[in-house]
Structures are given as structure tokens and as C-alpha cells.
């Protein structure tokens, strides 16, 4: 930006002593002269003083100079020292050109200073292109600060422990969000304690719902596809089915039953909902229902400890009956229906004995949704003409025809009804054998006894 005719005695100067190992910076001392450049800018000097100077102790040059302006609103420039700089650290004067690293100040006497790193790099100094004057401030209504390089950059060590340090934060925290929700979702290593466990989450309920808080309180039944605990949700005692990621089927069969239109029954279980979490043990999915919790447990074990008489033996019978007769109904209302629904497994373990001694259906993972010679598994339709039913329950209560391969598959709704009918027969007569009112007075009751 400073140009003069020195800048060429300068380097003349400099090319006829020759290139050696030290720093070749302009030097200058303050002997006013006045040099006019243009109509705009002036430069104040005093050729006499100015010379080359060798550093020896240091690799960096300098200028300070101050920039005026007079009445005629021209911009008057005095040069008040040039020479050699010896800073104390590398980023101080990083630059091969000398460009002013503050702006000048009321508080500085409207003075600037530069500093650069090659030879006779002082002769041409200026200040940044970016750096606003004084009026534009003014008129803008803010002022731009650069600090110093050594104040505004990092050294290469320090940006390196910062972005360390900051990555291992990082890494921290996520280990302990990941931890947290891993204990939150896993039933036998809550935070509470041995006993209760609580386990958060947005789950589906019945009717779109959405289940939170469940805690987890003990195991009360183990099954063939999973475990049964008794909980809490909502301070409301419910069941919770747990089926291991192997048996997934039947989690997504039962739920998909239970979640059909007008399965409200008081002979069938309240479904509340479902969720899926990841074990720890096993590091594998598992799946979970939320239903309804029966204190008095199966009906097999209460009939083995228990004697009934002939009104609690009419309440059982006749809730079993309605709950089968309520799944083997269509039900049709507006937009919506339920199809037939075939239990295909009923037994006395698939029975729940309710608090005032009435009975309800459970365990629906082997049911199947039916119309005609149509069934439906998991959502997708199949026509039992093409691709057999396989043949499903407990073998103690299997009708004969499964038993000899011989179930109908024409008609296979027809079929599957007679099925869960001639198990039902068999529950009935359990627990008409262990009826008191039925036997005569001198006849003792004998023990419970399974099917054949």
C-alpha cells in the first residue's frame, strides 16, 4: 500500500551486499519529512535515517507507524520505527506480510503495528483489507476486534488436548445413556431392587395407548414359549408375558389376536399391551404382553388342591363355554369385524381361575383367525387346500381326528370349532370329577386326574 522510491534503494542495497543467514529488515528513525503519494494519502519521512539492519538475535521485522487525517480530509501516514522483532513465540509474526494486528485506537494514539518474516518485509506494510475505519464503524453501529495471532489462535498441542478432552466427554456420556437405558429395559436387573423391577418406555396399548412405568415383580408361571410375571402398571396388578426372540411367532400371533375389534370379554384376558426390549443376558430381543393378572392361577392347579361345589362348578363351566363360543364368533359392526377365532390348544393350564372363582381362556399363540376354508397366521392369508394346518395342542386333549390325520380341511372353520369343542369336553369333565355334589355322601372324592 506505501510505496516509495526508498523501497528500490532498499533492495538495491540488499542485492549488492548478497544473501546471508541473517534476518535483512528496513530500519528507520523518526525525522519528519513529508512526501505527498496522491490527492488522498501522504506519507511523512526521513530518508536520512533510513538503512538495512541485520538481526542477528532475531528472524522477524517490524513497522510502527500512525495514520491522521487533516482538514482537507486527507490521510497522513508517519512512519515512527522500523527494524528488527524478536518475539517469543513462532504465531506472533507468522506472516511473510506486514499486516497490521490492531486496529488503531484513540487509546493508542491512533498507532499500528506490524510485523513479518521475510526480508525487507517492513517496506511494504498496511493493514488488513477487512479492517473497518473508524467512520464506518460509526455508521454500521458496531466495531469488528482482531486480536493479536497469539491471542486468537492455539497452539497445534492444545487444539489436539482440546478436541481430546472433548471427545472423551463425549464418549462418556453416551457409554453412561447406553448403560442407563440398557438397565431400564431389563426386567431382572432394574434399579429399584431385587424384588420390583421398573422398566420405561413408550409401548402400544389397546386402542393406540401408550404403557409406561411397568414394574416388573415376580415370576409366577414358566411355559412352553416363555415366562409369566405378575406387575404393576399404574398401581393396577397385571400379567406380563415374556417370550424369548426363538418364539417371537407366538408373541406376534397373540398379539395380533388380541388386538382384532370387539375382543372385550369378560371370559377372555384385558389386553393393555405390548413392548420389546433387548435381554442382557442373552443380548437378544424379547417380546412382552401386558394382560389382565388372575390371583388363583390355572385351573389345573386349583382343581388339583381344591374340591368345587356345584354353583362354583356351574360359574366355571359356563364362563369356559362363553369364552370358546365368544372366539368361534363372527361379529360384524359398521366397518369393522372379528372373524372366527380357533384356540386350537384348550386345556386346564390354558385356563385362569379369576378372583370370584369364574374362568377365563389364555395362551392364544396357537389361534388362528378362520372363514370357510381360509385361515389367516401372522397377518397373511392361506387356503388350508393348498397348504395344510399343522396339527397343534396338547396331545392328552387332541381330538381323535388330529390324532389320526384326519381333520377336514374343505371346511376347516367347521373342523377346527369341533377341535377346541372336544377339548372343552374334556376340561368339563375335570372339573366335574372334583365336584363334591355330584358324588354321593358315603363316596370320597378322589384325587385329581388328567385326561386319560
Known amino acids: 500500500m506505501n510505496f516509495s522510491v526508498h523501497t ?17 529488515c528496513a530500519h528507520h528513525f523518526n525525522n519528519r519529512t513529508h512526501i505527498s503519494i496522491d490527492k488522498e494519502y501522504s506519507v511523512e519521512r526521513d530518508s536520512s535515517t533510513e538503512s538495512v539492519e541485520e538481526c542477528k538475535s532475531a528472524d522477524s521485522c517490524y513497522t510502527l507507524w500512525k495514520e491522521t487525517t487533516n482538514a482537507d480530509n486527507v490521510t497522513i501516514t508517519e512512519v515512527l520505527a522500523q527494524g528488527c522483532w524478536e518475539v517469543s513465540g513462532k504465531e506472533e509474526c507468522g506472516s511473510e506480510l506486514c499486516l497490521a494486528i490492531n486496529k488503531q485506537t484513540k487509546a493508542l494514539n491512533n498507532t499500528k503495528f506490524c510485523c513479518c518474516t521475510e526480508d525487507l518485509c517492513n517496506l511494504n ?8 475505519s473508524s467512520d464506518d464503524e460509526e455508521r454500521v453501529g458496531f466495531s469488528i476486534t482482531i486480536a493479536p495471532p497469539v491471542a486468537a489462535s492455539l497452539s497445534h498441542r492444545e487444539t489436539v488436548v482440546v478436541l481430546v478432552a472433548c471427545s472423551l466427554t463425549l464418549l462418556a456420556v453416551l457409554l453412561a445413556l447406553f448403560a442407563i437405558s440398557r438397565r431400564w429395559t431389563d426386567p431382572e436387573k432394574g434399579l429399584l431392587s431385587d424384588s420390583v423391577h421398573l422398566m420405561e418406555g413408550n409401548h402400544r396399548g389397546n386402542n393406540g395407548h401408550m404403557i409406561d412405568h411397568i414394574k416388573l415383580s415376580a415370576v409366577v408361571g414358566q411355559g412352553r414359549y416363555g415366562t409369566v410375571w405378575m406387575g404393576y402398571l399404574e398401581n393396577q396388578q397385571v ?11 407366538y408373541y406376534f400371533n397373540e398379539r395380533d389376536i388380541y388386538c382384532l375389534p370387539f375382543m ?5 384376558l384385558t389386553y393393555f399391551g405390548c413392548s420389546e426390549k433387548i435381554s442382557l443376558d442373552s443380548n437378544c430381543a424379547e417380546y412382552l404382553l401386558v394382560l389382565s393378572y388372575c390371583s388363583n392361577g390355572c385351573l389345573q392347579d386349583y382343581i388339583r388342591l381344591h374340591t368345587l361345589d356345584f354353583n362354583t362348578f356351574c360359574r366355571m363351566a359356563l364362563s369356559i363355554a362363553k369364552g370358546l363360543a365368544f372366539l368361534h364368533m363372527d361379529i360384524h359392526r359398521g366397518d369393522k369385524s372379528k372373524p372366527c377365532v380357533c384356540h386350537r390348544d384348550v386345556n386346564t393350564r390354558n385356563i385362569l381361575v379369576k378372583a370370584d372363582l369364574s374362568c377365563c381362556l389364555c395362551d392364544l399363540g396357537l ?3 378362520l372363514s370357510g376354508s381360509h385361515y389367516y397366521t401372522l ?6 387346500e393348498t397348504k395344510s394346518i399343522s396339527d397343534v395342542g396338547t396331545l392328552r386333549y387332541m381330538a381323535p381326528e388330529v390324532l389320526e390325520g384326519a381333520v377336514n380341511l374343505r371346511d376347516c372353520e367347521s373342523s377346527l370349532k369341533q377341535i377346541d369343542v372336544y377339548a372343552l369336553g374334556l376340561v368339563l369333565w375335570e372339573l366335574a370329577s372334583r365336584c363334591s355334589d355330584l358324588y354321593q355322601t358315603s363316596i370320597e372324592i378322589p384325587p385329581y386326574r388328567m385326561p386319560f
Open 125 to 132: 506494510y498496511t493493514e488488513p483489507p477487512f479492517l473497518a
Open 239 to 249: 400379567a406380563i408375558k415374556v417370550f424369548p426372540a426363538s418364539y417371537k411367532q
Open 379 to 384: 397377518g397373511e392369508e392361506q387356503h388350508a
Open 264 to 268: 372385550e370379554n369378560s371370559s377372555l
Open 367 to 369: 389361534a388362528i383367525k
Open 8 to 24: 528500490i534503494i532498499f533492495l538495491s542495497v540488499y542485492f549488492i551486499q548478497g544473501s546471508e543467514s541473517y534476518r535483512r
